[in-house]
């Protein structure tokens, strides 16, 4: 295919993945769900590293910065997901976490699964696996220590969903066969999850001798105003628990930022300003919208509290 050369791109808009409880038709690769951050790579000289929502972290990774430099190429954009490798070789997010608020982030990975661009090639246009193809290609060129090709899962989707969630991994990622990476939830790129996970906006929280004994949550619904989402009780440790009372105790507020405050009963409860994301995991969300049996995972500076909403399972187009 001949593609006409031109500059790199300042910015590019990551491609969005839509939620589906079962397999889709047609043909797809699958690979790993990454227990991370998404993060955007752009090669031109130096190297900016950015999340999804597009938030400079160049400077709070400067290894894995150094370590792309080393490849051999003049421009490009790469798109991937940077974790935390345990012992077991899963990703551990909530060590991600503790990586980024201490500022230890040299052992950090970057799983690659895209290139978007490289060397005057605006690749987007093309098959996701003539992309990849190419990615692969790049990366055997060169040993990274912190730098991985995402590898394409050779099974049927439906056992590999089981085997992950065997594993206690994230679930797994599909990618449609011949699309183009067109920067928005077009279908394209699906996910299958393990267990309900997703991110909520921290609303206001109880106080108890720990300093909190739950967090109030609540989500934004279509009409663009945020509602509550019910609490969370477990799942804090003692570190975390400071580093939340440190973060929320500037933004303490008389009133709730909610059209219609909920009747807390169980401690004192303090309303905050809504700026804050958190990720749990849940076994369900009851009919009035509520979480339950939630667990704290961890906060999620990556992503800004407005338009955090309910992440539901659609059919594709």
Excluded at 82 to 111: C, I, N, W
């Amino acid at each position: 295919m001949a593609t006409k050369k031109g500059p790199i791109p300042d910015r590019i808009q990551p491609q969005l993945v839509a939620l589906l409880a079962t397999p889709p038709a047609g043909e797809w690769a699958y690979e790993l769900k990454f227990d991370g951050y998404r993060l955007l790579a752009r090669i031109d000289g130096g190297v900016s590293l950015f999340t999804k929502n597009g938030y400079d972290w160049t400077g709070r990774m400067p290894r894995l910065a150094q370590d792309l430099q080393s490849l051999p190429i003049r421009g490009a954009w790469l798109d991937g997901e940077v974790v935390v490798q345990g012992d077991d070789d899963r990703p551990a997010f909530q060590a991600l976490q503790e990586a980024f608020a201490t500022g230890r982030t040299d052992h950090l990975v970057y799983f690659v699964f895209d290139l978007l661009y490289v060397d005057g090639v605006d690749l987007r246009p093309r098959p996701v696996e003539h992309r990849r193809d190419l990615l692969r290609v790049l990366l055997e060129q060169v040993e990274l220590d912190q730098v991985r090709f995402s590898e394409t899962l050779e099974a049927d989707p439906a056992h590999l969903l089981a085997s992950a969630c065997e594993l206690k991994l994230e679930g797994i990622v599909g990618k449609r066969l011949g699309s183009a990476y067109a920067g928005e939830r077009d279908g394209s790129w699906i996910k299958l999850k393990c267990v309900q996970r997703q991110e909520f906006v921290i609303v206001g929280f109880t106080r108890s001798t720990a300093g909190i004994g739950s967090l109030l949550v609540g989500l934004y619904d279509d009409a663009g105003q945020l509602q509550y989402a019910g609490r969370v009780r477990s799942g804090f440790t003692g570190r975390e628990l400071d580093r939340l009372i440190h973060r929320l105790r500037p933004l303490v507020r008389n009133t709730p930022m909610l059209p219609s405050p909920p009747r807390i009963q169980g401690g004192t409860v303090v309303w905050v300003d809504p700026v804050l994301v958190c990720e749990l995991k849940f076994a369900e969300l009851t009919p009035a919208g509520k979480v339950r049996h939630a667990v704290y995972i961890a906060l999620r500076e990556d992503k800004p509290a407005a338009g955090i909403s309910l992440e539901s399972s659609r059919d594709l187009p």
